[in-house]
């Protein structure tokens, strides 16, 4: 990583005590920066929420919230205490998509089978990457999300 940075690796551990202290604020980093702000931010007065829904997904996908993702998936199989933390962030994402889609008036099996399709999407876009322009690759976005949310009461 210090390489990568282009620094030393002594300037680099600088920044912290420990390596468990470094991989700790890589863990703090994904589900704050990557999950609660995001949520937080939507969790306000900002429209119905079928187009919180998709501010959300254009977020999460255009900034590439999800790209570290598969890394913290794979570091929970080794990692008896990330797998809880890890479990516990994929939780509260696929919660509070739940909650958007109880809101749209879908019913709680039907809110909640939705909500794992969007959050497994949108792990799956940070895998994923097609030789699309930007404006196609809205389109599709606002046309996966029409197929998602087709059927909300609030329509």
Do not use: C
Not at 33 to 48: C, E, P
Not at 53 to 68: A, G, K, Q, T
Not at 90 to 95: A, G, I
């Amino acid at each position: 990583m210090a390489q990568d940075l282009g620094i030393t690796r002594g300037s680099f551990y600088w920044h912290f005590k420990s390596r468990a202290e470094l991989l700790e604020a890589l863990l703090a980093y994904w589900e704050v920066a990557l999950t609660d702000s995001v949520m937080l931010a939507l969790n306000g007065d900002q429209g119905d929420a079928r187009e919180r829904l998709y501010l959300l997904m254009e977020d999460v996908f255009f900034n590439e919230r999800s790209r570290y993702d598969m890394a913290f998936i794979a570091w929970a199989k080794e990692d008896d205490d990330v797998r809880k933390r890890v479990e516990a962030v994929l939780l509260r994402r696929r919660t509070f998509v739940t909650q958007l889609f109880r809101q749209m008036g879908f019913p709680p099996q039907e809110a909640d089978a939705r909500s794992r399709l969007i959050v497994e999407l949108m792990f799956g876009k940070s895998l994923v990457r097609w030789k699309d322009t930007p404006r196609r690759l809205r389109a599709l976005l606002r046309q996966q999300w029409t197929l998602l949310t087709e059927g909300a009461a609030e329509e």
